[in-house]
C-alpha cells in the first residue's frame, strides 16, 4: 500500500483520511443507512454514470451481506481465535482489520475518484453505441443512410430512450468529433468510416484516452472486474508490474476464502467435529467451485446477482436472531467472571418452547395472545398485585392503533383517493408503546422473582414475540411457575454458589 501511495499525490489523498470521518458521522446522523463520503465531489456529464445508485444501495447491500454471512463467518473466527483473550480478540479481528480497511479504502477509494475526475475534465465519457447500426455492413449503412450528414444532429450512431438509433450528447459528440476533425487533409469521414472507427475502438473509445494512452482512465464506464487493472495501469511503466501483484492477490484471496469455507462447511456437516476428515473437506471445496462454475456458465453475471440478492434477504431474519445472541453474549460473559448466577431461577417457559415442544396449551395460548394480549396483560398484573387497569388499557389502545392504521395503509395502496399514504408510519409507533408496556410488565415480574436478565433482553424479547412473552408471564406464579437449574452434582453446585456469594461480598 505504501509502494501504491508513492504514485497518487499525497496533497489529494491524506486529506481524504481527516476529511472522511466528520463527513460520514455528519451523513449517518442523518441517514444511518447512507454514506457519503464523497458527495457533490464526481462529475455527472449527463449520460447517467453519476455515483448515485452506488451510494443508494451499496451500504445497504453490504449491511445485509455481513449479517447473512455472521455465522459462517463467526464459526471461523471463534475456531481461529480459540485461546485468545476477549480483548485479543476485539484488537485482532475487529480493530486491527477496521483500521486496515479504513486505509485501504481510502486511498484506493480515492486513488480511483481523482482518475475519474481528471478523466471527466478531459471529456472521457461513457457512450451508449447502438449495437444495430455498428452491426450494419458497408452496403448497408450506405443504403439505410443515404451518408447521413457528418453533424451531431444528423449522426445518430448513439442508443436513445427506446434502444432506437440517436444523436449522441454533448460528451458522446465530444469522441467522433475528434476523429472527425483528426484526418490529415481535412476532409470529412463517411459514415461508413465513422462506424468502423467505432467498431475498432470500442474497447478504449470513451474508457482510455488512446488504445496505447492508458495514463487517464474513465472507471465508472468499465465493469466492475475491470476497475481495478484500469486504475493500475494509469502508473506508466509500473502498471503492468501492479496488474501482476494484483491479480496475484485476486488468486490468493480466492483461494484462502475457499480454503475457510471448506473449512466451516465440513464442521457444520460433520455434526460440529473440530477435526473433520482431509477427504471430506476437499469434496466442499470441489463442490464449491463446481457449484460457482455453474452459476457463471448458465447465467453470468445475472446469477451472481441473483444469489448476491438472495443472500441480503436472507440476512433479515438473522437481524433478529443477532439481537438475542449479543445478549446471550453478554450473559455467557458474567457468568464466565462470577457476576452472574448460572443456577439462579427462570422462568418455566421459555420463549422458544411453545415451537418446540407439543404442548397445545403452549400453541393456543401464543395464538390467544396475538390478538387478546392486553387481557392476559390484566390478568398477569392483577394476581401479582401490580397497577393492572392503566397498561392493561393502554396496551390495548396501542395494540388496536397499531393493526386500525396497519389495515387503513393496506387499503390506501388499493384505493389512492384516500390520500392516507404513510400512516403506516404512526402504526409503528403505536406498536412501539405497546412493546414497552410488555417490556415494562416482564422486567417488574422477573425483578420480583430473581430472574437473571436485563430490559435490553426483555424489549428486544416483547418487539419480536410477545405472544411468547405473554404465555411466559402467564406460567409464572408463586407455587410452580418458576424453574430453579440444578445441575447433577449438588456440590459442584453449592460450591459454585459460594464462590458467587463470595465474590459479591468481597
Known amino acids: 500500500m505504501s509502494k501504491f501511495t508513492y504514485y497518487i499525490p499525497t496533497y489529494y489523498i491524506y486529506p481524504e483520511l481527516e476529511r472522511t470521518l466528520p463527513v460520514q458521522e455528519k451523513e449517518r446522523k442523518n441517514n444511518p443507512a447512507l454514506i457519503k463520503p464523497y458527495s457533490g465531489r464526481m462529475y455527472d456529464d449527463g449520460e447517467g454514470d453519476g455515483p448515485q445508485g452506488w451510494m443508494d444501495s451499496w451500504t445497504i447491500f453490504y449491511w445485509g451481506w455481513w449479517i447473512a454471512y455472521s455465522p459462517f463467518v463467526g464459526m471461523f473466527i471463534a475456531k481461529i481465535s480459540r485461546g485468545r483473550t476477549i480483548r485479543q480478540f476485539i484488537i485482532g479481528t475487529m480493530s486491527a482489520p477496521m483500521i486496515y480497511t479504513f486505509m485501504w479504502l481510502t486511498i484506493f477509494g480515492g486513488a480511483g475518484i481523482r482518475t475519474e475526475r481528471l478523466a471527466a475534465g478531459q471529456g472521457l465519457c461513457c457512450t451508449s453505441w447502438n449495437s444495430t447500426v455498428l452491426g450494419w455492413s458497408n452496403d448497408m449503412i450506405l443504403t439505410e ?17 427506446e434502444g432506437e438509433s440517436a444523436a449522441c450528447k454533448d460528451c458522446g459528440w465530444k469522441l467522433l468529433d475528434t476523429f472527425i476533425k483528426s484526418r490529415a487533409d481535412g476532409t470529412l469521414p463517411t459514415v461508413e468510416e465513422i462506424v468502423g472507427y467505432i467498431n475498432d475502438n470500442d474497447r478504449w473509445l470513451g474508457k482510455y484516452k488512446s ?3 492508458k495514463s487517464v482512465s474513465r472507471l465508472s464506464c ?20 501492479l496488474c501482476v501483484i494484483s491479480l496475484v492477490a485476486i488468486v490468493l484471496y480466492f483461494v484462502t476464502s475457499s480454503d ?60 433478529f436472531v443477532l439481537c438475542f445472541v449479543c445478549i446471550a453474549t453478554w450473559r455467557g460473559l458474567a457468568m464466565e467472571v462470577g457476576d452472574l448466577n448460572p443456577y439462579g431461577p427462570d422462568f418455566a417457559v421459555s420463549l422458544v418452547d411453545p415451537f418446540c415442544t407439543l404442548q397445545p396449551k403452549l400453541w393456543c395460548g401464543v395464538i390467544r395472545n396475538l390478538f387478546l394480549t392486553p387481557v392476559s396483560l390484566y390478568e398477569v398484573l392483577r394476581r401479582h398485585k401490580l397497577g393492572a387497569v392503566g397498561p392493561a388499557v393502554m396496551a390495548g389502545l396501542c395494540w388496536a392503533g397499531w393493526v386500525v ?14 390520500h392516507l ?5 404512526l402504526g409503528w409507533v403505536f406498536f412501539l408503546g405497546f412493546v414497552t408496556i ?5 422486567a417488574n415480574i422477573r425483578s420480583h422473582y430473581g430472574i437473571n436478565g436485563n430490559l435490553l433482553e426483555d424489549f428486544f424479547a416483547a418487539l419480536f414475540v410477545y405472544p411468547c412473552v405473554m404465555v411466559q408471564l402467564e406460567t ?8 430453579p437449574l440444578m445441575p447433577d452434582n449438588r456440590d459442584s453446585h453449592l460450591s459454585t454458589i459460594n464462590v458467587i456469594n463470595n465474590k459479591n461480598h468481597d
Open 222 to 241: 468499465m465493469a466492475s472486474e475491470e476497475m481495478l487493472f484500469a486504475q493500475m495501469s494509469t502508473y506508466g511503466d509500473m502498471g503492468p508490474f
Open 438 to 442: 410488555i417490556t415494562a410488565t416482564r
Open 211 to 213: 488504445a496505447t494512452d
Open 145 to 161: 443512410t443515404n451518408n447521413w450528414p457528418i453533424t451531431k444532429a444528423g449522426l445518430k450512431l448513439c442508443k436513445g430512450d
Open 421 to 425: 399514504g404513510g400512516i403506516y408510519s
Open 476 to 483: 409464572v406464579s408463586e407455587e410452580n411457575g418458576i424453574a
Open 260 to 319: 475457510s469455507g471448506s473449512l466451516v462447511i465440513d464442521i457444520m456437516s460433520a455434526n460440529g467435529d473440530q477435526d473433520p476428515p482431509i477427504p471430506q473437506r476437499i469434496f466442499w471445496a470441489l463442490v464449491e467451485g463446481a457449484t460457482a462454475t455453474a452459476l457463471l456458465v448458465a447465467g453470468g453475471s445475472d446469477a451472481i446477482y441473483a444469489l448476491q440478492t438472495a443472500s441480503v434477504a436472507a440476512g433479515l431474519p438473522y437481524t
Open 405 to 418: 392504521l396497519i389495515i387503513l395503509e393496506i387499503v390506501n395502496i388499493n384505493v389512492p383517493d384516500m
